[in-house]
């Protein structure tokens, strides 16, 4: 498996409501993250992502594009909370060791309705 296919089968696992698994499978017991909402630890990102999921049992996941560079894979996504919602845009920038996630940022910017720009988020 690529380091882009473990990045976006990730991704993929935690929509999906499997995120212990994902963990299980993809990410370092020294993995860190930057999301500014939790504490930098593995366990909190993880457990804040099973609530997101209990939250918003709709949600859906959109990879739209996914780039590899040695170590470092960057994902760009369309994530809805529910259909009805417009969603985010949302970056996620993974760096691998040995075949597992050491480090994790995540960067999202929601879309807009209205937006003056022709070109569009994607």
Request: charged fraction near 30%; proline fraction near 5%.
């Amino acid at each position: 498996m690529t380091k882009k296919e473990m990045a976006t089968s990730f991704l993929k696992m935690v929509v999906d409501k499997k995120v212990k698994e994902a963990y299980e499978k993809f990410i370092s017991p020294k993995c860190i993250h930057h999301n500014q909402h939790f504490k930098g630890d593995t366990k909190s990102l993880m457990i804040a992502m099973e609530e997101n999921n209990k939250k918003n049992p709709n949600k859906s996941l959109d990879i739209k594009s996914v780039y590899e560079d040695g170590d470092t894979v960057i994902t760009l996504s369309h994530v809805k909370p529910n259909p009805e919602d417009l969603g985010v845009a949302l970056v996620h920038i993974f760096r691998f060791e040995n075949d597992k996630v050491v480090e994790l940022w995540d960067q999202g910017q929601p879309l807009m309705k209205d937006s003056p720009n022709e070109n569009g988020v994607f």
